[in-house]
C-alpha cells in the first residue's frame, strides 16, 4: 500500500478565529470560531506555528507534524505588519531591534534581536475588524518586524515594552511564503513546503 503524501496549505487567518480546527468542547462552539469554518481539511491537519485570536494573517498548515516541529523549531523568519498606538520614534525602533524584556511563562525574557522598519499603510490588507479600536487616543504608526521566534503573544508586548501597544497585528510571510495574493478567510493548497 502506497504512503499517502502529506498536504499543505496556507491561508489567511481573520481576526477574532482560533487557529484550531474545532474544539470538542460544544460550549466553545457557541463563542468561538475556528478554522474548519474556511474549508474542509484533511484529517491529521495541524497549524505551524499559531496567531492569537486577535492576530491576522497567514498560517500554514501541514499534516506531516515531523515538518511542522522542524519549522518551529529551526529559527525560521516571520515578519509581521503591525499597527502600533502612537507615532513610533526612531528610538523605539532601535530598541525593539536590539531585543526588550518582555514576560513569558512567569518570568522575564529577553527577545532576540529583530528587524524592524516603518511602514506607510499597508494598501493589499483588508479593512480592519471594527472591534478594533483604531485611532481612539493619539496617531498611528505602522511598523514592518521580523523575529525568528514566536513567544506567546511576543509582537504585542515587544511594542508594549516601548510604549506602542499593538492594535493591529497581521503575519505577511513565514520564510519564503508570502500572505500577498490570498483574501480574508481564503486557503490555498501548496504543491511543496520544506523545512526553512
Same mark, same amino acid.
Given at each position: 500500500?502506497?504512503?499517502k ?11 477574532g ?8 468542547? @460544544? ?10 469554518e474556511?474549508?474542509?481539511?484533511p484529517?491529521r491537519i495541524?497549524?505551524?506555528?499559531r496567531?492569537?485570536?486577535k ?6 498548515m ?5 515538518l ?8 525560521t523568519?516571520?515578519?509581521?505588519? @503591525? ?11 532601535e530598541?525593539?531591534q ?14 532576540k534581536?529583530?528587524? /524592524? ?16 479600536r483604531?485611532?481612539?487616543?493619539r496617531?498611528n504608526s ?11 503573544r511576543?509582537?504585542?508586548?515587544m511594542? @508594549?515594552a /516601548?510604549g ?9 510571510r513565514?520564510?519564503?511564503v508570502?500572505?500577498k495574493?490570498?483574501s480574508?478567510?481564503? /486557503?490555498e @493548497? ?6 526553512m
Open positions: 500500500m502506497p504512503i503524501e502529506h498536504q499543505h496549505f496556507k491561508l489567511y487567518k481573520p481576526f478565529m482560533l487557529s484550531q480546527i474545532s474544539s470538542n468542547e @460544544a460550549r466553545q462552539h457557541r463563542t468561538k470560531r475556528f478554522l474548519g474556511l474549508y474542509d481539511f484529517e495541524m497549524p505551524i506555528g496567531l492569537d485570536e492576530s491576522e494573517g497567514l498560517l500554514l501541514t499534516t506531516d507534524g515531523k511542522s516541529d522542524t519549522i518551529n523549531r529551526s529559527g523568519e516571520k515578519e509581521y505588519y @503591525a499597527l502600533l498606538d502612537g507615532e513610533i520614534t526612531t528610538k523605539a525602533m530598541t525593539l536590539k531585543g526588550v524584556e518582555i514576560g513569558f511563562e512567569g518570568k522575564r525574557y529577553t527577545t534581536p529583530c528587524k /524592524v522598519k516603518p511602514l506607510a499603510e499597508p494598501r493589499f490588507l483588508p479593512d480592519a475588524n471594527k472591534k478594533i483604531i485611532g481612539r487616543h496617531p505602522w511598523i514592518g518586524i521580523t523575529v525568528t521566534e514566536g513567544k506567546f511576543q509582537i504585542r508586548k511594542t @508594549a /516601548v506602542f501597544p499593538t492594535l493591529r497585528l497581521v503575519r505577511v513565514i520564510g519564503p508570502y500572505l495574493g490570498l480574508e478567510g481564503e /486557503v @493548497a501548496i504543491d511543496t513546503l520544506t523545512a
